[in-house]
């Protein structure tokens, strides 16, 4: 398949290192504190695909102890940017040789897998971070909903590109980020449901819980499908 990661992009990754979570980003982490505080015990996280590291700055404002990984040198020299104090590791794919197995209570993965092309290659990363976790420690993947690919959002559009309406599991769809400055579309993988369940099973992974998070009608955005669909999937998974 004719895929690359559009994160590694200097372009890109200056404009996406000064988003924090305007919109409908706002979904996809309001619910985390109370997700993490019903999930998780103890403080030592990783934040894989921390890209210009927002995750892992929220990881640290909620009291995790944290090292961040990703693919893309520019996304990681942006996150070093805002924290210098920080450990931000660039890794090749699936490569965590250099961390012990069985340490993380907690790994946070916010958006990479809808980068990460392959089943092959999401079971690589999965099975790869689940030897991480400590006995008791829990994997907590936030994925885009595949309908995010075809409606119109506070913060995502998604009108002109009809092929997504024809994608499967696998399949490239091509979404707009209102919030940047850089309005090339991303290249993202859909992933379905079913797809997700089976890509935890080949790696060893319990599903845990499972949130939708949907929009309110008091909170101050202009929210447009987000009431009624949620753009966000959040998993949280456990070792087998
Ligand atoms: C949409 S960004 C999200 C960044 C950050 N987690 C946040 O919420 O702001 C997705 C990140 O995942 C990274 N990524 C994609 N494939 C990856 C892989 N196989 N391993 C590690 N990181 C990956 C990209 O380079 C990018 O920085």
């Given at each position: ?179 940047t400055a850089d309005k090339r579309p991303v290249e993202d993988i859909l992933w379905t449901h079913e ?39 959040i998993h949280v998974l456990s070792r087998i």
């Open positions: 398949m004719d895929f690359s990661n559009v994160y590694e992009d200097s372009k890109r990754a200056d404009a996406y290192s000064k988003l924090e979570f305007p919109g409908t980003y706002y979904l996809a982490f309001r619910d985390l504190p109370t997700i993490f505080s019903k999930h998780v015990t103890g403080k030592v996280a990783m934040d894989f695909g921390c890209g210009s590291g927002r995750s892992t700055r929220f990881l640290q404002k909620l009291g995790f102890h944290t090292v961040s990984v990703d693919i893309s040198e520019e996304m990681v020299a942006k996150a070093r940017e805002f924290d210098p104090e920080g450990d931000y590791r660039v890794i090749e794919e699936a490569d965590f040789s250099q961390f012990e197995i069985g340490s993380f209570d907690l790994i946070f993965s916010a958006f990479p897998f809808d980068n990460i092309p392959t089943m092959g290659q999401k079971v690589m990363n999965l099975s790869g971070l689940r030897d991480l976790l400590k006995e008791e420690g829990r994997l907590v993947n936030l994925v885009s909903n595949p309908e995010i690919y075809t409606h119109e959002w506070a913060s995502f559009s998604t009108k002109d590109f009809p092929k997504n309406r024809d994608a499967k599991s696998g399949d490239v769809v091509l979404i707009i980020q209102m919030d797809s997700y369940m089976e890509t935890y099973q080949k790696s060893q992974l319990k599903v845990v819980d499972i949130y939708n998070p949907l929009g309110k009608n008091e909170e101050p955005y202009e929210w447009i499908n987000e009431t009624k669909i949620a753009p966000w999937l």
